[in-house]
């Protein structure tokens, strides 16, 4: 079973950064990624890494987030600079099938194909 729990989340002003964790367990070669959820609308679709490193990213976040995991501590993170506040959402953790190595969102073609396993979230607030 996987589990996957978010921390990391939290208040700061535009031009800040964070940087969340996903403490993952009970799973190995999965799809990683990083979604979000701001009040009122869809969830989308952040950032997401395979097993061999490839990363895809939204274009509002391209050149200001980075995903990254360490394997050894089975931990995915989310470092977030130049914070916005259109960047304030509930962020989530969630793990998956790859479907093509190396293609965009792990071979899918979109974000949240494939993820099977979601975490609860962190909040994220971007104040201006």
């Known amino acids: 079973q996987v589990q996957l729990v978010e921390s990391g989340g939290g208040s700061v002003q535009a031009g800040g950064s964070l940087r969340l964790s996903c403490a993952a367990s009970?799973?190995?070669?999965?799809?990683m990624g990083w979604f979000r959820q701001a009040p009122g609308k869809e969830r989308e679709g952040v950032a997401t890494i395979d097993p061999n490193g490839s990363t895809t990213y939204t274009d509002s976040v391209k050149g200001r987030f980075t995903i990254s995991k360490d394997n050894a501590k089975n931990t995915l993170y989310l470092q977030m600079n130049n914070l916005i506040p259109e960047d304030t959402a509930m962020y989530y953790c969630?793990?998956?099938?790859?479907?093509?190595?190396?293609?965009?969102?792990?071979?899918?073609?979109?974000?949240?194909?494939?993820?099977?396993?979601w975490g609860k979230g962190t909040l994220v607030t971007i104040s201006s």
């Open positions: 009970g799973y190995s070669g999965y799809c």
């Open positions: 969630a793990a998956g099938g790859v479907a093509i190595y190396g293609g965009s969102w792990c071979g899918h073609g979109d974000p949240t194909a494939g993820m099977n396993y």
